[in-house]
């Protein structure tokens, strides 16, 4: 972690007396905040880069450390089948704790996998000595983060998981929040403006279609279709490709045009009795 975080340790009471030191001379100081957080075997990673990759370091270093009697498993601990490179006269020891096994090729072999530690409960002495004879390490040891503190505030570790990928999410959810209300209520939001416009110009295009004596440049590709749709449909040459997909697109704007009359357009295209 050189010329990325500097780890810093120490004995709680030294840090404490730093802390009481510096929080006299500087009254109501943001690392104020910090001092309920020493205790027990804590240490301060300081850092300049990226959250996310320092604790993605930190989460890497681990050290797999053996079962030791009378500590507390964190995890399931489980034995796997296969040869032990036990002797046959060490068969008793695996008996009490009722592992299957038998005898291949001069060794003892377990012929099953088998649960041995719960999580939560102590490993006992012949638990222990089994694991460190199977030169199984089940457990190990690496430090967790906590807490994340910047600029005087202190933050869970969850916060390290959010990327540009969840902020847009997220803030487009919220966009989306905004322009139903605002479409609902018929209040006009910047983020409602582009839906209210659609559904004005839909509105308008439906009410050009119904009279013969008024037009717009926009609507009168509705109306000439509408008119003569087998012009669209075949117009000759080798613009007949090209004029299918409009004919097949004409029909559905007219379509919507009509929904609009009824009552209104939402940011989805339905109608507006969906709020």
Do not use: W
């Not at 009481?20 to 001092?35: C, I, R, T, V």
């Not at 807490?147 to 990327?163: C, E, Q, R």
């Not at 989306?176 to 409602?192: F, M, P």
């Not at 609009?260 to 507006?272: C, I, P, R």
């Amino acid at each position: 972690m050189r010329g990325t975080a500097e780890i810093l340790m120490g004995k709680n009471t030294m840090i404490r007396k730093v802390f009481d030191k510096f929080l006299s001379e500087n009254p109501g100081h943001p690392y104020e905040s910090l001092k309920p957080l020493i205790k027990g075997n804590v240490g301060f990673v300081f850092t300049n880069d990226s959250l996310p990759k320092v604790r993605d370091m930190i989460l890497a270093n681990k050290v797999p450390a053996p079962a030791r009697p009378g500590a507390v498993a964190p995890i399931d601990v489980s034995i796997p089948a296969g040869p032990t490179g036990c002797d046959p006269g060490q068969t008793n020891f695996f008996q009490v704790l009722q592992v299957p096994t038998k005898i291949v090729k001069g060794q003892i072999e377990i012929t099953t996998p088998m649960a041995l530690i719960k999580a939560g409960s102590k490993v006992g002495p012949t638990e222990a000595t089994l694991l460190t004879k199977l030169n199984i390490k089940p457990f190990s040891y690496g430090l967790v983060i906590s807490m994340v503190y910047d600029s005087g505030s202190l933050f869970g570790v969850d916060i390290l998981d959010i990327d540009d990928n969840a902020l847009t999410a997220r803030f487009t959810e919220a966009l989306n929040i905004i322009s139903a209300i605002s479409l609902a209520t018929g209040y006009v939001t910047q983020a409602s403006m582009a839906h209210s416009m659609a559904a004005a110009f839909q509105t308008l295009v439906a009410v050009v279609i119904g009279v013969d004596n008024y037009t717009f440049d926009e609507a009168q590709p509705y109306k000439d279709f509408i008119a003569n749709p087998g012009a669209f449909a075949s117009s000759g040459g080798g613009s007949g490709d090209a004029a299918a997909p409009a004919a097949a697109e004409a029909p559905k704007a007219a379509e919507e045009e009509v929904d609009a009359l009824d009552g209104g357009m939402d940011m989805f295209g339905g109608g507006g009795s969906d709020y």
